[in-house]
Structure formats: structure tokens, C-alpha cells
């Protein structure tokens, strides 16, 4: 299957060996290009890529794999728990690229895009808010959706639903 | 419950005396190329904080003009807009969680209640990405997909018509408030007449859409081909060519390409600046690759050139409705993909088979291989993308959309600084913000 919005993706992919792009692995996802970078190699990864066009980061969010260790992540990456995935768009040349990047459970931080993409502020926010994980170098992480003294992130997979505490003040709960 | 990061901080805005070079830099936007060193010299307080004349104030979550529950903090000096900072989350429902509970299946009730106001174009993302994990995203029939097309041109015209009302209200044109939610309803009319709602479909569905076009639907819409015209002539008159409505939306909430692209933003907003980003024609889907449109784009980035914008984004969906009434071909309305298509339901009647089958495409859903997909298309208000990481069962593991206005929002600050307060409520009014899908 070929994605007609990204022509060079069967040259990309072709190499038996393991193919890599700015020196992390690249898979293909039904059609669309992966990257799967170490968060070492993040920001220099992202930097890279928007001098190479893709100048707008158009979506950035979190996925907890708590409950699906086993999935497939690229050639030589180990899987963590917490994925933060960010879509990237090269306007000029009509293309789009995604990075998974591997966040582990014990330290849940990765280094923020800010200072590349601002429009990420707001994403980055949001994935901190509902995952957790800490985006070093952010100039105001606080919770955006969720009321800025909740207790939890909601979308990890351990978060139980219908477990909220009943906030009202005299209540038992 | 663990709670081992609580918070990092507050989310409101603070007084000018609390803030850093960087705080500031973040609030106002101006991050494009700009040090922290260049920030604190935009900043145009005082040395001494005793004569600091500002005054930070609230702007909703109740004000008739933030579309919902928006809440805006602005910083004044005098009349002057300084800061500002969206506050959402006042609409937060979980629906994100909400997705990683209902099947395949039943996901279109959700996504759809997102952006209430363009709800084919969330359904037809949250069934686009599930067509190509499943792999069946090349054999939808020929009608189901011209039908996707019908409807999210026809929502298109019935959300920039719905812009067109809430433009004019907020400028104080009340009697285009009117006018625009007449010409909304006509849409919404046929659109009840296709689906049975006037809003939150879930009409198309993974495999193509629900049921097929009802009788004589080419005669309503022909009507409406002959209606709006007319209609969007008045508004010119109305709105366009008049000097006080030019006043209120000329040269206020101006952004660059270079600050709409490093934000993020799209649709209208981005157009708005003479970048020509329209995903129908850049990254085309569907048959938009097959029908003659323009792509209207403007050249100052200001309130007028997005309600221009808008304003002839109607009479080009108009020309693609046109088209696609030339050529809607005859057949299936939705695959027949046994594992994705419930039987027909006279089949129902006679057939054991057939009522168990339908019975578990409805409760247990169908399986779906394990992957993840990204796809965006072109909302009215910018790209809709959805995000679908699933493990192989029949729910999705996690189901991300990517909320145009969630990301236009953040614009805000940036369009706002410097100009007046009284603009405020123009520079919102032109972001079109859905508040439904930005907090989701």
C-alpha cells in the first residue's frame, strides 16, 4: 500500500537492511512514515527535520501502553510505557512524518519542542496533563484540560474510571 | 491513586510583578525568533512596580461572546490589550477516554459530538483512520464515498454560515445573527432529512455511510444550490462592502505565515495569510482530486480577510456540491465487507446467521489489527486529524483527534496584543473556535 502524499516512502523503506533516518530507525505504518527516536535524539531529530521542511508540528500527544507492552515499535527500540507521538507536516513538499519517542515509567520526562515549534505549548500541556509526562524546559507546564489541583492523569491506562472522590466540601467520601 | 506530579503551577494569569522574561515571552506569543532578552524589552511595564497601571481581568467563561466556555484573562492598560491567556478545559468531558470504551462501531457517537458544528467531518476522520487499520480504505463503494463528500461540503456551508451569524452578532450586526441561522437551518433541514438529526449524525461509519441518499434528495439540495447565492448576496450588502463592519475587522488580529505556521494554525486562519494550505487540494482525500475548486486565500491575516475567506468558502463548496451532483454514481452505499456491514435487514427475518451476526457487529464490535494510523482532512475550521492506536480488539486502545480550534485557540495572545479591548471580541469571533472540540 502506497501513500500518495508521500512518494518517496518506497525508496525510504526499500533497503533490506535496517533503514534510518538522522539516525533513528524509520518503520512504515500502514503507508506513512515512522521515526522512532531516542529522547536523546528527539529535539535534534525534530530540528532536523523542520530544516528539511517539515516546519509544522501539527499534532503532539501521549499513548500509555501499560496494558500493551508487546506492541511493535521500531527495529533496535526497546518499548517503555509512555509513547509520545508527534506528527510533523512539510507544507512544501506536501508530506508527513511521525516520531514515536519512548518515554519510561520511572522518569516521565522528555525535553519540550518549544523553542522549534511554539504551537506545540499548548499539546505538550495537554499530554502532561492527561499522561504525565514532564516536558523539561516548558515555560508553563500546568494542567490545561483538567482543573489545575486535580489529583491524576486521566488517560493512563491505571487511572480508574468512576473512582473520583466526591469533591464537595462536608460530603463523605 | 498515585499522585506523584501534582501540579507544576497555576493556570492563570499573574500580575505582572510575578512573572519572568519567559512567562511573559510564552503570553504574548511573541516566541517566533525572538530571545528572552528581546521579550523583556516588549515588555511595556514600568520599571517601578508601583506604577504599574495594569489591570488583569476575566473574560468569560460566561460571556456571550467566547462561543461556549471560553475563558480569556487579559491584562489592560487602559483600553489596551497586553496579555492574554486562554483558560479551557471548562467543557472537559473525557471524550478521549470515553473512545477507549466504545467500539469501532459505536466511536462515530462520539467523535461526532467533538466539533458539534462540522460533525460529518468528524465522523468521516475517526472513519477514515479506521478504514486503513483495517485495510478496506480503498474499497469503500464509489456512492458511499461521493455521499462523504455531499455532506461534509454541505457541513462546511452550514458551519461558515453559522460563523457568518456569531460574526455579526459579536460586531453588533444582531439582524445577521438572524439571517445566518436561517440559512443554516436549510442545510440542517437536509441534513435531518439524510440522517434523521440535524446534529451529531453518526451517519458515516467505518465501510461508508449509514442508509442510502432518501428520495428526491437531489431536488433539496438543488434547492439550496439556488437558495444560498442569493442569500450571500444580501450578506454582501449586509456585511462586506459597508464601512463600519470594514472598520471593525480591517488591520485587527493581524498574524504572519510565519507565526500561523510556527503555531500550528490552520484553515481559515492560516489561509488568512496568503499561505495556500487546503488539505482538499494539497493532501487530497475522497474524490477532491476529481472536482474543480478554488482555494481562497487572503493577504493580510486580518478578522476581515478570515471572514472573506469564509464568505467565499461557501460559494466554492456550492461549485464542489454542484459537481458532485453531476456525478453520484449508482450502488452500494457502504462495503460489503461481512466483518465491517451488519446483513440487510430482510435477511434479519428469514436468517438465524443473519440476526447473530448483526447481533455482534452491534455489541461486540469487530476486531481490529493491531497498529496505529494517523489521518487528517480539512474541517471548516483547519485540520481534524485523528489518531488510532489499537491492540487488536474490537475497542480502539487509544483514540486521539486533533481539534482544529484546540490549536487556532492558542493563537489568541499573539492576535490580540496591542490592540483593543473592544477588538477582543472581533479577534475571537474570527478564530471561529468550537469550544466542544477544544476541550473534548
Same mark, same amino acid.
Given at each position: 500500500m502506497s501513500d500518495p502524499a508521500n512518494p518517496e516512502l518506497d525508496a525510504a523503506v526499500a533497503p533490506p537492511e535496517i533503514p534510518t533516518m538522522h539516525g533513528c530507525p524509520v518503520t512504515d505504518s500502514l503507508g506513512q512514515v515512522v521515526l522512532h527516536p531516542s529522547r536523546e535524539q528527539y529535539v535534534d531529530v525534530v530540528?532536523?527535520?523542520?530544516?528539511?521542511?517539515?516546519?509544522?508540528?501539527?499534532?503532539?500527544?501521549?499513548?500509555?501502553?501499560?496494558?500493551?507492552?508487546?506492541?511493535?515499535?521500531?527495529?533496535?527500540?526497546?518499548?517503555?510505557?509512555?509513547?509520545?507521538?508527534?506528527?510533523?507536516?512539510?507544507?512544501?513538499?506536501?508530506?508527513?512524518?511521525?516520531?514515536?519517542?519512548?518515554?519510561?515509567?520511572?522518569?516521565?520526562?522528555?525535553?519540550?519542542?518549544?523553542?522549534?515549534?511554539?504551537?506545540?505549548?499548548?499539546?505538550?500541556?495537554?499530554?502532561?496533563?492527561?499522561?504525565?509526562?514532564?516536558?523539561?524546559?516548558?515555560?508553563?507546564?500546568?494542567?490545561?484540560?483538567?482543573?489545575?489541583?486535580?489529583?491524576?492523569?486521566?488517560?493512563?491506562?491505571?487511572?480508574?474510571?468512576?473512582?473520583?472522590?466526591?469533591?464537595?466540601?462536608?460530603?463523605?467520601? | 491513586m498515585s499522585a506523584t506530579i501534582h501540579t507544576e503551577g497555576d493556570q492563570e494569569l499573574k500580575p505582572r510583578s510575578q512573572i519572568t522574561a519567559r512567562e511573559l515571552m510564552r503570553e504574548v506569543g511573541a516566541v517566533l525568533r525572538m530571545s528572552e532578552a528581546e521579550a523583556a524589552m516588549l515588555g511595556d511595564l514600568p520599571d517601578d512596580p508601583d506604577e504599574d497601571q495594569t489591570m488583569v481581568i476575566n473574560m468569560g467563561p460566561q460571556h456571550p461572546s467566547t462561543h461556549g466556555v471560553l475563558r480569556l484573562m487579559l491584562e489592560l492598560q487602559g483600553e489596551t490589550v497586553l496579555r492574554c491567556k486562554?483558560?479551557? &478545559?471548562?467543557?472537559?468531558?473525557?471524550?478521549?477516554?470515553?473512545? @477507549?470504551?466504545?467500539?469501532?462501531?459505536?466511536?462515530?457517537?462520539? =467523535? *461526532?459530538?467533538?466539533?458539534?458544528?462540522?460533525?460529518?467531518?468528524?465522523?468521516?476522520?475517526?472513519?477514515?483512520?479506521?478504514e486503513k487499520l483495517l485495510g478496506i480504505d480503498g474499497d469503500i463503494p464509489e456512492r458511499a464515498v461521493w455521499m462523504r463528500m455531499l455532506l461534509s461540503e454541505l457541513n462546511r456551508m452550514s458551519s461558515h454560515l453559522l460563523f457568518m451569524a456569531t460574526n455579526g452578532m459579536d460586531? &453588533?450586526?444582531?439582524?445577521?445573527?438572524?439571517?445566518?441561522?436561517? @440559512?443554516?437551518?436549510?442545510?440542517?433541514?437536509?441534513?435531518?432529512? =439524510? *440522517?434523521?438529526?440535524?446534529?451529531?449524525?453518526?451517519?458515516?461509519?467505518?465501510?461508508?455511510?449509514?442508509?442510502?441518499?432518501?428520495?428526491?434528495?437531489?431536488?433539496?439540495?438543488?434547492?439550496?444550490?439556488?437558495?444560498?447565492?442569493?442569500?450571500?448576496?444580501?450578506?454582501?450588502?449586509?456585511m462586506t462592502g459597508q464601512p463600519l463592519w470594514r472598520e471593525r475587522l480591517q488591520g485587527v488580529g493581524v498574524i504572519t505565515p510565519n507565526e500561523a505556521l510556527a503555531l500550528g494554525a490552520t484553515g481559515p486562519i492560516l489561509r488568512s495569510t496568503g499561505v495556500a494550505w487546503d488539505l482538499r487540494r494539497d493532501m487530497p482525500y475522497l474524490h477532491y482530486d476529481e472536482v474543480e475548486f478554488d482555494v481562497i486565500v487572503g493577504s493580510y491575516g486580518d478578522a476581515f480577510d478570515r471572514y472573506a475567506i469564509r464568505l467565499n468558502e461557501i460559494r466554492e463548496s456550492m461549485k464542489i456540491v454542484g459537481q458532485i451532483l453531476d456525478r453520484m454514481p449508482q450502488g452500494d452505499y457502504r462495503i460489503q465487507d461481512k466483518k465491517v456491514t451488519p446483513p440487510p435487514r430482510a435477511r434479519i427475518d428469514e436468517s438465524m446467521e443473519a440476526l447473530i451476526h448483526h447481533f455482534k457487529i452491534f455489541t461486540e464490535g469487530f476486531k481490529v489489527p493491531e497498529g496505529e494510523v494517523y489521518v487528517g482532512i480539512e474541517s471548516p475550521r483547519g485540520?481534524?486529524?485523528?489518531y488510532i492506536a489499537s491492540d487488536g480488539s474490537a475497542t480502539p486502545y487509544r483514540m486521539h483527534v486533533r481539534g482544529p480550534s484546540f490549536v487556532n485557540i492558542q493563537c489568541l495572545p499573539h492576535m490580540m496584543r496591542g490592540g483593543l479591548v473592544a477588538d477582543a471580541v472581533a479577534v475571537i469571533s474570527s478564530v471561529d473556535p468550537v469550544l466542544g472540540e477544544v476541550d473534548r
Open positions: 530540528k532536523a527535520l523542520a530544516d528539511e521542511g517539515y516546519a509544522m508540528c501539527i499534532d503532539l500527544t501521549g499513548v500509555d501502553y501499560l496494558q500493551h507492552m508487546g506492541r511493535s515499535v521500531g527495529p533496535g527500540v526497546s518499548p517503555e510505557r509512555f509513547e509520545v507521538v508527534v506528527n510533523l507536516l512539510d507544507i512544501t513538499n506536501r508530506r508527513r512524518i511521525r516520531l514515536r519517542v519512548q518515554v519510561p515509567e520511572t522518569d516521565p520526562t522528555l525535553p519540550t519542542l518549544f523553542d522549534l515549534h511554539p504551537g506545540s505549548e499548548a499539546m505538550e500541556r495537554e499530554t502532561f496533563d492527561m499522561f504525565g509526562v514532564v516536558f523539561d524546559g516548558h515555560p508553563d507546564l500546568s494542567r490545561i484540560l483538567m482543573p489545575e489541583d486535580w489529583i491524576g492523569h486521566p488517560l493512563r491506562k491505571d487511572y480508574e474510571v468512576g473512582m473520583i472522590p466526591v469533591q464537595f466540601k462536608e460530603a463523605h467520601s | 486562554p483558560i479551557i &478545559g471548562y467543557l472537559h468531558t473525557g471524550m478521549e477516554k470515553t473512545g @477507549e470504551n466504545l467500539s469501532y462501531m459505536q466511536g462515530g457517537t462520539n =467523535v *461526532t459530538r467533538m466539533d458539534y458544528l462540522s460533525p460529518f467531518n468528524n465522523e468521516l476522520v475517526f472513519s477514515m483512520a479506521t460586531l &453588533g450586526a444582531v439582524s445577521m445573527m438572524i439571517y445566518g441561522w436561517r @440559512e443554516r437551518e436549510e442545510v440542517l433541514r437536509f441534513f435531518q432529512k =439524510v *440522517t434523521g438529526l440535524r446534529m451529531n449524525h453518526n451517519f458515516i461509519r467505518p465501510g461508508g455511510v449509514a442508509a442510502d441518499l432518501p428520495p428526491g434528495w437531489r431536488d433539496d439540495v438543488l434547492h439550496l444550490l439556488d437558495l444560498i447565492p442569493e442569500r450571500l448576496a444580501e450578506y454582501d450588502i449586509l485540520e481534524v486529524g485523528c
